[in-house]
Antibody
Framework: QVQLVESGGGVVQPGRSLRLSCAAS????????MHWVRQAPGKGLEWLAS????????YSATSVKGRFTISRDDSTNTLYLEMDTLGSEDTAVYYC????????????WGQGTLVTVSS | SYVLTQPPSLSVAPGETARIPCGGI??????VHWYQQRPGQAPVLVIY???DRPSGIPERFSGSNSGNAATLTISRVEAGDEADYYC???????????FGGGTKLTVL
């Protein structure tokens, strides 16, 4: 069965960087577009970034463009999100998600990892 | 960028039908996907491409999309359906994925 396990969250000071990981299993990782989505406390879902199955196409939300970078390592079935210059507005649960067999939706989700930006 | 509008909350009695709207300009020309998020849990896909149901999702969940509104319909509502529901589309103009603000469904 599909499993997505995020890690790397925690408490980080404002202005610092953090890298999140998502370990994927149960499917052919290299065949699917992958995504990051976040949810601030008590708020709705916000799509952050996508990376195509072969890593050649990357898209990101306007709110994080230039600060967050999505990448993947197909040799280890791992998705990454590099986050720079973090601010309090980045405090959220971060989910990785697998796209479906058809594009532009999130078929499976991980359980999320909490990032708290605080001094 | 493209905006999806959902009512913040909706209440329905057990056994009744819940209809959760998702508004957007000419949303009928886009494909709409729906997610259920129970408290403290990750979202779960319940409808994709307007009306398709993933395996394991009860037939009580259905979707429609036309004009300026898409709708998630939950028939014979149960207590376990109490959750937040989000609609989502891909905006081809901006190449961005967009979520609605979410609707909290309360089962009375």
């Amino acid at each position: 069965q599909v499993q997505l396990v995020e890690s790397g969250g925690g408490v980080v000071q404002p202005g610092r960087s953090l890298r999140l990981s998502c370990a994927a299993s149960g499917f052919i990782f290299s065949a699917y577009t992958m995504h990051w989505v976040r949810q601030a406390p008590g708020k709705g879902l916000e799509w952050l970034a996508s990376i195509s199955y072969d890593g050649t196409k990357k898209y990101s939300a306007t709110s994080v463009k230039g600060r967050f970078t999505i990448s993947r390592d197909d040799s280890t079935n791992t998705l990454y999100l590099e986050m720079d210059t973090l601010g309090s507005e980045d405090t959220a649960v971060y989910y990785c998600a697998k796209e479906g067999d058809r594009p532009y939706f999130f078929h499976y989700w991980g359980q999320g990892t909490l990032v708290t930006v605080s001094s | 960028s493209y905006v999806l509008t959902q009512p913040p909350s909706l209440s329905v009695a057990p056994g009744e039908t819940a209809r959760i709207p998702c508004g957007g300009i000419n949303i009928g020309s886009k494909s709409v996907h729906w997610y259920q998020q129970r408290p403290g849990q990750a979202p779960v896909l319940v409808i994709y491409y307007d009306f398709d149901r993933p395996s394991g999702i009860p037939e009580r969940f259905s979707g429609s999309n036309s004009g300026n509104a898409a709708t998630l319909t939950i028939s014979r509502v149960e207590a376990g359906d109490e959750a937040d529901y989000y609609c989502q589309v891909w905006d081809s103009t901006s190449d961005l994925l967009v979520f609605g603000g979410g609707t909290k469904l309360t089962v009375l």
